[in-house]
């Protein structure tokens, strides 16, 4: 076999990569979404090639790329993963460390699948590329493409965060403000970009992206010196963030690199949790859409994309979903920032707020990783209840009586 092909996660038919572009013909967009594999037993990786500070082009060698096509000059990827002791005491238990996206080039987890999709249209030839957003994977599609000479069309809601639409007219991406919900923007954005002819970079549809999105796990294993963690928690919105995070573990564990995969525990909003119900409906993994309710907007889908992968790879990793209300996600946020000084957006915090939930039940023996996938200053206004801002007059006397009230 080549260096990789791809394999569909429903019928298990297996296709060269020239043989088809997006998902398996035979089972569709949703049902059909391909997983990369690699000739692992002829791929050759030691421990000690990796480093831990470099970006994701580090691991060439199990990405679906070719040797000297266009890679990105932006830093993606080698972000900060923190080990906190004093929280891991405090929620019971044993370790926990916190891999921090929010240092990526345009601020999200995102930046890991949008360098891989430029390199591949740049593979593939094409000169417009494409997503659907709620918000992170269209200011990533744009500020990674700014750079390069691929026109970016982005469709997105246009009730998205300020922050994140600004990103895209800063990049100069041509920007489609759709009024209604994601999940709209979605099917429209196929269908142009079908009718187009435009490169897609979804990662429910275009297999290449969960790739870029793996790097994340195998940076926790280097930067955590290959001590696996027996739970990771993350947000789940389509279902492609989670299921790159096994991926990445299964790789590694395919190479021999690593022995065992954490347990993967998917953390979802209340009101939009459609992943954890066809989860917990059990198989055949059906989609089964809802209407959705939250202020974390990045995970904000009720017709998620990736719904399968996400549910076989978790129930693979021995995982489970779990839901956070609103509430307890603001909490989250807080709590994260005052504690460690790691500021997440909504949907970033999710996955301490999931954390803060079933801490106890993982017991003090756990050492767990939770992901905190976009930074805070995304979405200014979903912590404005915490924005105390008040004038004081510039006289010495009325500072001082504030300062007083601070002290006692
Ligand atoms: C900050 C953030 N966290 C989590 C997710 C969830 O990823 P997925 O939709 O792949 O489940 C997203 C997706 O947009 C995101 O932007
Ligand atoms: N909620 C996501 C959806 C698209 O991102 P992808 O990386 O899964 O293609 C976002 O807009 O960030």
Redesign the pocket.
Same mark, same amino acid.
């Not at 997503?131 to 994977?137: D, F, P, R």
């Not at 970079?201 to 429910?204: G, I, L, V």
């Given at each position: 076999m080549g260096k990789y092909k791809l394999r569909c996660i429903t019928c298990g038919k297996i296709y060269e990569s020239s043989e088809v572009e997006y998902t398996c013909p035979k089972c569709g967009n949703r049902m059909g979404t391909l997983e990369v594999i690699y000739d692992y037993e002829n791929i050759k990786i030691y421990r000690e090639e990796f480093s831990k500070y470099e970006n994701i082009w580090q691991f060439e060698k199990i990405l679906p790329i070719e040797k000297g096509s266009y890679r990105t000059p932006l830093h993606v990827g080698g972000t900060p993963l923190y080990n906190t002791p004093s929280l891991a005491e405090e929620l019971g238990i044993k370790e926990l460390v916190i891999k921090y996206d929010g240092t990526n080039p345009t601020a999200?987890y +995102?930046d890991r699948?949008s360098a891989i999709a430029i390199t591949k249209a740049y593979e593939k030839g094409y000169d417009t590329i494409y997503? =659907?957003?709620? &918000? *992170?994977? =269209?200011s990533s599609l744009a500020g990674l493409s700014a750079p390069t000479k691929l026109k970016t069309f982005i469709f %997105?809601p246009a009730s998205a965060p300020i922050a994140k639409i600004s990103q895209l007219f800063i990049y100069g991406a041509k920007v489609i403000p759709i009024d209604g919900s994601?999940d709209e923007a979605f099917d429209i954005s196929m269908k142009i970009g079908e009718e187009k002819g435009w490169y897609c970079? *979804?990662?429910?549809i275009n297999p290449y %992206?969960l790739e870029g +999105?793996k790097t994340g796990a195998l940076e926790i294993a280097i930067q955590n010196n290959w001590n696996i963690p027996d739970y990771l928690l993350v947000s789940v &919105?389509?279902g492609? !963030?989670i299921s790159s995070f096994y991926k990445g573990f299964y790789d590694l564990y395919q190479l021999g690199l690593i022995d065992r995969i954490p347990k993967i525990i998917g953390v979802q909003a209340k009101g939009a949790s459609a992943v954890k119900r066809v989860f917990d409906k059990g198989e055949p993994f059906l989609p089964d859409d809802i209407e959705t309710n939250t202020i974390a907007d990045?995970?904000s !889908?009720g017709k998620p994309r990736d719904v399968i992968k996400a549910c076989k790879y978790v129930k693979a990793s021995g995982g489970y979903f779990i839901s956070v209300s609103d509430e307890e996600i603001l909490s989250a946020i807080y709590e994260l920032s005052l504690k460690t000084g790691i500021f997440g957006e909504p949907a970033g915090a999710t996955s301490y707020a999931g954390l803060k939930k079933i801490a106890k039940k993982l017991g003090k023996e756990a050492k767990v990783a939770i992901v905190i996938t976009g930074n805070g200053l995304k979405d200014i206004k979903a912590i404005e209840k915490f924005v105390k801002l008040r004038k004081i007059k510039p006289d010495l006397k009325a500072v001082r009586e504030v300062i007083e009230e601070y002290e006692n």
């Open positions: 999200s +995102k699948a997503c =659907a957003s709620t &918000g *992170n994977a =269209a %997105l994601y970079r *979804n990662s429910a %992206l +999105k &919105g389509d492609t !963030v990045s995970i !889908v």
